[in-house]
T-cell receptor, first 110, second 113 residues
């Protein structure tokens, strides 16, 4: 069964610190992997999209990595800000099949 | 502004009373989809549409209907809502299937009592 597992479930860090969120998947055949940021009560907003041939992709302070061999992805956030407090969702696609992770809830404290 | 518009944002209804949640996009996207989000479960796909008059079931289609008569609109219909359909619903669109970012609506919080 195609699955997407995210860890940790929740994370609390201090403003200015870095953090890394993990995404492991079993979706096959792999098409692409997306990371989304979802503020409370709002719709998810796309951060990055990665295809099979891409190892790293950055969007400002967000850097996503992909290891298609081990079926793992990570989202690294540098110099965190209070506005980074949100849920981060990993989504893995296989043709028409999209699988969503349950998300990591990140809280950035001053 | 490019966006996906859902209405209503909040809805409280009673069991069995038919309701429709509207979704409209202004980006000429071919692909549209409905999701429900429940605590600890992540987003689950209800129905999707590849283009006008082309719809298909997602993971949790039971109790829902959709239609795609026009490219911009993709309403979600609950013919006889039940309390287990209480959830946060999102509509999304993208140019087509593939490595494209999905644009999500702001969500509809539905409570069925």
């Amino acid at each position: 069964k195609n699955q997407v597992e995210q860890s940790p479930q929740s994370l609390i860090i201090l403003e200015g610190k870095n953090c890394t969120l993990q995404c492991n998947y079993t979706v096959s055949p792999f098409s692409n992997l997306r990371w989304y940021k979802q503020d409370t009560g709002r719709g998810p907003v796309s951060l990055t999209i990665m295809t099979f041939s891409e190892n790293t992709k950055s969007n400002g302070r967000y850097t996503a990595t992909l290891d298609a061999d081990t079926k793992q992805s990570s989202l690294h956030i540098t110099a965190s800000q209070l506005s980074d407090s949100a849920s981060y969702i990993c989504v893995v696609s296989a043709s028409h099949d999209m699988r969503f992770g349950a998300g990591t809830r990140l809280t950035v404290k001053p | 502004e490019a966006q996906v518009t859902q209405n209503p944002r909040y809805l409280i209804t009673v069991t069995g009373k038919k309701l429709t949640v509207t979704c409209s996009q202004n980006m000429n996207h071919e692909y549209m989809s409905w999701y429900r989000q429940d605590p600890g479960l992540g987003l689950r796909q209800i129905y999707y549409s590849m283009n006008v008059e082309v719809t298909d079931k997602g993971d949790v289609p039971e109790g829902y209907k959709v239609s795609r008569k026009e490219k911009r609109n993709f309403p979600l219909i609950l013919e006889s809502p039940s309390p287990n359909q209480t959830s946060l619903y999102f509509c999304a669109s993208s140019p087509s299937i593939g490595p494209y970012g999905y644009t999500f609506g702001s969500g509809t919080r539905l409570t069925v009592v």
